[in-house]
Structures are given as structure tokens and as C-alpha cells.
């Protein structure tokens, strides 16, 4: 009877990650809401959850705010030209389809050339803020990493982006879904973002005694 109300209790580890998946998803949407913290808010997310509701090291909010801080310049820069890039391609999109079927064709090219630009996009975006929350890069250096390892690891990338478009349309037709759904898509897309994301990381012998002090090295776990 005794482990049946122990906090180590399987039923009561996993109800503490749901709530902590709830509260990190109430943060991460009411700081989306100006546009210009949506970068940050989405690195810092998957930062938080990954480190501390899957690998259960540090506290939720305090993990959370210091990588939303520590980023916060580099992601939000590249946050609202995602945003911009976004909102462009879904006016050209219904721009396209309005013309479908025309006597031209150019209204049919023009989609196709659209819906592949939007996918590359979402493919880069997928990596563009996991990839931040870890690596110290410039916005250049960010760009080129992310297009990279999107098309090097194209598998990966389509599942990551299939089960976010699945939390997408779960919001969509379930609104309140937007408080739990956000961290549940970061979980999820971590076990496959953090096997692509270790190939990067410098071996332990490529590093100094010196620099490992100090360091919890959470994520080579």
C-alpha cells in the first residue's frame, strides 16, 4: 500500500509530466500571441521539454525562461521572417488555386511551385528552433544547419512534420487541445529530433577534461 501513494509511483510520474505538459503549453501560447516572441517561445519549449519533462533534469519554468532569454534575439529574428515567409505563401497559395483550371496554365504551376516552397519551409522550420535551443550559432549558420539536416535526414523530417500537422488539425477542430498540444508535439518529435540532433554534437573525446567540467550533459544521454 505504501508504493501505491509513493510519488515514484509510475501513475504519479506520469501525471506530473502531463501537468507539466500542460502548464509548459499554457506558457508557450500566451507568449506566442505577439508575433514577435513566437521564435523564442518555440525554443524555448522544446528546450524545456525535452530537458526537463523527458529527461526530468532542472525545473520546468526556470528551464524554460532561460533558454526564451539566452535566445531570445537570434530566435525572434528568425521567428517573424518565418512568420512573414508564411503569411506571403498562404496568400500565394490562394492566389494559385483561385486560378486553377484557367485557359493557362501558369495558375497550375504557380501552386505547384507554392505548395513545394511551403514544404521545404515547414521542413526547415521543424529544425530551425530545436537546433537553436542547442547549438550556440549566428542566424546564417542556423539557416544552413537546419536546411541541412532536414534533407540529409528526410525520414525523420517528413514523420516530425506529419505528427505536427496532426497536432495542427487536432487545435483546429478541438481548440482547447492548444494546452496540451504543443509540449505533447515537442515530446513526441524529440525522439526523433534528438537522434538526428546527437550526430552533431562533438564527441567526448573531441572535447577538453576542462571543458566537460561543470557540465550536465543531459542531452548526450
Known sequence: MGNLFSMDNPFFTALGKLCDMLFVSIVWTLLCIPVVTIGPANTALYYATVKVIRRERGYLFREFFKSFKMNFKRAAILGVVLTIMFVVLGFDLVWAYANLGGKTSTGSILFGIFIAITFLLVCFSTYAFPVLSRFDMTIKQLIKASAFMSMRHLPFTLAMVIVTAAGVVGVFFIPI???????????????????????????????????????DEWYLE
Not at 494546452?179 to 573525446?205: C, D, G, Q, T, W
Open 177 to 215: 487541445l492548444v494546452f496540451i498540444v504543443p509540449a505533447a508535439v515537442a515530446l513526441i518529435n524529440s525522439f526523433m529530433m534528438e537522434r538526428i540532433l546527437k550526430k552533431y554534437m562533438p564527441k567526448a573525446e573531441e572535447t577538453t577534461e576542462e571543458e566537460h567540467s561543470g557540465k
